[in-house]
C-alpha cells in the first residue's frame, strides 16, 4: 500500500514521533534513490508525574504536541524558505506512536486445502478483513488497553510475510497454491487520540494526508531491511514509561510484551536521591554520563542507578524469556535515549551474562544499540536538526516507503 499520492521527485513531509515521555516532529525531505534529508526537528519533553495514568499522559502528550508542531510550523518552515526550499509544501504527515497509545498482535495464518486455492486480492482482503473482527472482539471483550467498541480505530493491517506451498513471496496474486500461510500484524488505537491526533495536526498542517503508525512495526521494518541477515532476534524500546520487548522467528514479528518502567524512574529515583525537582535530577544524570559532575553527587546517582538496575532486571527477564520461549536469539536491538543508554545497556549485557554462566545452554548475545552512529549511514542531518535516532528510524522507514 503506498502513501504516497502523485509522488515528486522530491517532497518535504511530517514525521512525528508521539511518545510517553516526549514528543518531536521534523520536516524532512524525501528525495528518489536518496537517504532521508531531516532539516529541522523539535522535541520538548513531558512533564514528570509521581504517579501516571493514561488519560493524564494522553492530555499532556497531546497539549505538547500542539507546542511541538507550533515551533515547527515557525521556526521549520522559516528555516526551509533560508534553504530554498519555500516552494516545497509540506505534503504529508506521519505520526509513529509509541506505548501506551496502541496494542498489536501478530497472527499466523494457515489454510490447507486439496484442491488448489486461485489468491487474488479479494480473497486476501476478505481474510484480513475476518482477523481483524476476530481481534476487535478480542479487544473490547476483554477491553485491552481499556479500548470499548465504540472507542477503537484500526491503526495497522499488515501482512509481514507470505508462504505459498511452504515458499516465501512477495507477490502473492493471481497464483494457485493448496498451502497459504500469512503473518498478520494488527494494531488497534484509541479513536479518540487518532482523531485528537488529526485535530491538532490540521491546525498547522494539512492533517487529510496524515498516516498513523506504531513504533513496534517501524522498528522491526527498519531492522529487518538493515540487518537483513539476522533471522531471529530480540528488539527493545526502552521509553521514559515503558519498556517493550518484542521477538522475531524466521523473519517475522511474532509477540511484544511490556512492562510498566522506563527511563522516568531512574529520573525519579535520582530526584529522591539529590531531594531535587525532576528536571533537575535529568541534569545530573546528563552531567554524570559525561563524567563532568562532583563526587558526592555522583554517588547519589550511581545509588540511584543501582536500585533502578535491579528492579528493572527483575521485569527485563521475566519479559525476555516470554517472548524468546526458550530459543536463544542472534542478537538484541535496543533503542533508548542516549543519557540512558549506558546504565540499561550495561544491564541488558549483566543480565545476560548471569543466564549464560547459570545454564550451560544459554549462549551469548550481541547487544546492538540503535543509536545516532548506527543509524547516521542511512540518514542525513542538516544542522538545525538534532540528531535523533528515533527521528532517523522512522524517516527511514518512510524513505522506504517513498522510493517504493
Not at 526537528?41 to 505538547?64: H, Q
Request: glycine share 2%; charged share 25%.
Amino acid at each position: 500500500m503506498s502513501f504516497f499520492k502523485e509522488k515528486l521527485e522530491q517532497e518535504v513531509n511530517l514525521v512525528i514521533d508521539f511518545g510517553n515521555g516526549s514528543v518531536a516532529a521534523a520536516l524532512v525531505l524525501f528525495k528518489t534513490n536518496n537517504a532521508p534529508r531531516l532539516i529541522y526537528s523539535k522535541r520538548l519533553p513531558l512533564a514528570i508525574s509521581e504517579k501516571v495514568f493514561k488519560n493524564k499522559l494522553s492530555a499532556l502528550a497531546l497539549k505538547i504536541l500542539e507546542e511541538t508542531l507550533a515551533c515547527v510550523a515557525k521556526e521549520g518552515l522559516e528555516h526551509m524558505r533560508k534553504l530554498g526550499l519555500e516552494k516545497e509544501k509540506v505534503r504529508q504527515t506521519f505520526c509513529v506512536l509509541s506505548s501506551p497509545w496502541y496494542i498489536s498482535k501478530t497472527k499466523i495464518l494457515k489454510i490447507e486445502n486439496n484442491e488448489p486455492i486461485f489468491i487474488n486480492r479479494n480473497f486476501i482482503d476478505s481474510l484480513l478483513k475476518h482477523e481483524v473482527d476476530l481481534f476487535t472482539k478480542e479487544v473490547t471483550e476483554r477491553k485491552i488497553g481499556a479500548l470499548s467498541k465504540k472507542d477503537i480505530e484500526i491503526l495497522e493491517k499488515r501482512i509481514i510475510q507470505t508462504k505459498l506451498n511452504g515458499y516465501n513471496t512477495t507477490d502473492p496474486y493471481q497464483k494457485n497454491a493448496r498451502q497459504i500461510e500469512l503473518a498478520i500484524f494488527l494494531s488497534f488505537i484509541s479513536k479518540e487520540i487518532a482523531t485528537s491526533i488529526e485535530h491538532i495536526v490540521g491546525k498547522y498542517f494539512y492533517s487529510k494526508n496524515l498516516a498513523l503508525f506504531s513504533f513496534s512495526l517501524v522498528e522491526y521494518s527498519v531492522i529487518g531491511d538493515i540487518f537483513s541477515n539476522e533471522s531471529d532476534y530480540v528488539f527493545m524500546d526502552i521509553s521514559s514509561e515503558v519498556t517493550d520487548i518484542s521477538s522475531v522467528e524466521k523473519h517475522v514479528l511474532m509477540e511484544t510484551t511490556s512492562f510498566p518502567f522506563g527511563r522516568n524512574h531512574l529520573i525519579k529515583q535520582v530526584a529522591e536521591e539529590l531531594k531535587v525537582l525532576p528536571e533537575i535530577a535529568l541534569s545530573y544524570i546528563k552531567m554524570n554520563s559525561r563524567g563532568h559532575i562532583e563526587e558526592a553527587s555522583a554517588k547519589s546517582v550511581a545509588s540511584a542507578s543501582a536500585r533502578v538496575s535491579r528492579e528493572w532486571s527483575d521485569l527485563f527477564f521475566k519479559a525476555f524469556s516470554d517472548v524468546a520461549k526458550g530459543s536463544t536469539p542472534s542478537k538484541i536491538f535496543v533503542t533508548v535515549d542516549s543519557d540512558v543508554a549506558p546504565l540499561f545497556i550495561s544491564t541488558i549485557k549483566k543480565n545476560l551474562s548471569l543466564a549464560q554462566k547459570n545454564s550451560a545452554d544459554f549462549q551469548a548475545i550481541p547487544v546492538v544499540l540503535l543509536d545516532e552512529e548506527k543509524l547516521s549511514q542511512f540518514v542525513e542531518f542538516d544542522a538545525q536538526s538534532d540528531r535523533d535516532p528515533f527521528l532517523a528510524l522512522e524517516s527511514i522507514f518512510f524513505n522506504k516507503l517513498f522510493n517504493e
